[in-house]
């Protein structure tokens, strides 16, 4: 399978009401021509789930504002404006989940876990209809799993077969969510044969890549 394909195969691939995870960490790490795809799609209803909505001009925020999402899972959504907007207006439904939190999470759903177990939250408005469970005399909050339908991934140097190098912070959330989704598209940066990657630096493995784009952002 040849698994380098143009933006107009991921685009066959978007439906209503998928659920999304988009790495980045405030615009960086983020695969903007992935979200280019998605606007120009005009898919609705999704969900998204990603560490935060970026900026209303940037990243994932630019899907807020075209109104196709239905709901965010996210660790938060204060540096864009119109997601607190829509959400105060009862448009669009956030979960606000600690970060730590939300990745482990995330990371439970990649790796088959039943859930985390988490002292983040006891006692707060985060702890709401969540199991709280006693253990050896100290309290914790059963955080369940989270998986998507779909992973945007944004690698720097990424081999034909899928191989994945993410450079500096660019790697934050990515390498989690690649394992969390049922269908994973890497935009790349630079696309390089297989076989020409050092083994060791190799963060996210090919085989749970399906398909992947160069970047033109």
Aim: glycine residues 12%; negative net charge; aromatic residues 4%.
């Amino acid at each position: 399978m040849n698994k380098v394909v143009n933006l107009d195969t991921v685009k066959e691939l978007l439906k209503d009401d998928i659920t999304i995870m988009i790495g980045g960490f405030l615009g960086c790490g983020t695969p903007e021509s992935l979200i280019d795809v998605v606007i120009e799609s005009n898919i609705q209803n999704i969900t998204i789930i990603a560490n935060d909505t970026a900026f209303v001009d940037k990243g994932i925020g630019r899907i807020i504002v075209n109104n196709q999402v239905k709901s965010v899972i996210a660790s938060h959504i204060g540096t864009n404006t119109e997601t607190g907007r829509l959400m105060n207006e009862g448009k669009i439904e956030v979960e606000l989940s600690p970060q730590g939190t939300l990745i482990e999470r995330v990371r439970a759903g990649g790796y088959g876990l039943g859930g985390v177990l988490t002292p983040t939250g006891v006692g707060t408005l985060v702890e709401k209809d969540k199991h709280r469970l006693t253990i050896d005399g100290k309290q914790y909050l059963l955080e369940m799993p989270l998986r998507a339908d779909l992973a945007l991934v944004k690698g720097n140097i990424v081999d034909d077969f899928g191989n994945t190098i993410y450079l500096g912070t660019t790697k934050n959330f990515n390498p989690m969510i690649a394992m969390a989704s049922d269908l994973v598209v890497v935009e790349a940066d630079e696309i390089v044969e297989c076989g020409t990657l050092n083994k060791d630096m190799i963060m996210t493995p090919g085989v749970i890549v399906d398909y992947i784009v160069r970047g033109d952002k």
